[in-house]
Protein backbone atom coordinates (compact mmCIF):
# COMPACT_ATOMS: atom_id res chain seq x y z
CA UNK A 1 0.00 0.00 0.00
CA UNK A 2 1.40 3.55 -0.94
CA UNK A 3 1.85 5.79 1.56
CA UNK A 4 -0.55 9.22 1.44
CA UNK A 5 1.14 12.11 0.61
CA UNK A 6 -0.41 15.70 1.27
CA UNK A 7 -0.75 16.50 -2.32
CA UNK A 8 -3.27 13.19 -2.24
CA UNK A 9 -5.06 14.07 0.84
CA UNK A 10 -5.51 17.45 -0.51
CA UNK A 11 -7.24 15.47 -3.90
CA UNK A 12 -9.37 13.67 -1.96
CA UNK A 13 -10.47 16.51 0.28
CA UNK A 14 -10.79 18.35 -3.60
CA UNK A 15 -13.13 15.57 -4.49
CA UNK A 16 -15.24 15.43 -1.69
CA UNK A 17 -15.86 19.36 -1.22
CA UNK A 18 -16.45 19.39 -5.13
CA UNK A 19 -18.97 16.90 -4.52
CA UNK A 20 -21.05 18.81 -1.65
CA UNK A 21 -20.23 22.47 -3.32
CA UNK A 22 -22.38 21.38 -6.60
CA UNK A 23 -25.37 20.65 -4.14
CA UNK A 24 -25.44 24.07 -2.74
CA UNK A 25 -25.64 27.76 -3.98
CA UNK A 26 -22.52 30.00 -4.70
CA UNK A 27 -23.26 31.98 -1.60
CA UNK A 28 -23.25 29.00 0.62
CA UNK A 29 -20.28 27.25 -0.39
CA UNK A 30 -16.96 28.78 0.98
CA UNK A 31 -19.16 28.60 4.27
CA UNK A 32 -20.29 25.05 4.69
CA UNK A 33 -17.04 24.10 2.89
CA UNK A 34 -15.12 25.75 6.28
CA UNK A 35 -17.91 24.40 9.08
CA UNK A 36 -17.24 20.93 7.25
CA UNK A 37 -13.31 20.44 7.49
CA UNK A 38 -12.87 23.18 9.79
CA UNK A 39 -10.56 25.05 7.79
CA UNK A 40 -9.84 29.05 7.02
CA UNK A 41 -11.65 30.63 4.07
CA UNK A 42 -8.66 30.40 1.89
CA UNK A 43 -8.11 26.84 2.01
CA UNK A 44 -12.17 26.28 1.58
CA UNK A 45 -11.69 28.28 -1.87
CA UNK A 46 -8.81 26.69 -2.75
CA UNK A 47 -10.17 22.91 -2.23
CA UNK A 48 -13.77 24.16 -4.09
CA UNK A 49 -11.03 25.60 -7.29
CA UNK A 50 -8.99 22.25 -6.67
CA UNK A 51 -12.03 20.25 -6.99
CA UNK A 52 -13.31 21.63 -9.98
CA UNK A 53 -9.89 21.61 -11.80
CA UNK A 54 -10.08 17.71 -10.99
CA UNK A 55 -13.79 16.89 -12.39
CA UNK A 56 -12.95 19.51 -15.48
CA UNK A 57 -9.26 16.97 -16.23
CA UNK A 58 -11.48 13.66 -15.24
CA UNK A 59 -13.98 14.87 -18.11
CA UNK A 60 -10.97 15.56 -20.65
CA UNK A 61 -8.87 12.55 -19.76
CA UNK A 62 -12.48 10.03 -20.31
Known sequence: ???VTDNRMRDVKAGIVNEV???LPKSERVASVKGLLRC???EA???IS???RLEKAKERAA
Open 40 to 42: DED
Open 50 to 52: RGR
Open 21 to 23: AKM
Open 45 to 47: RAL
Open 1 to 3: MKP
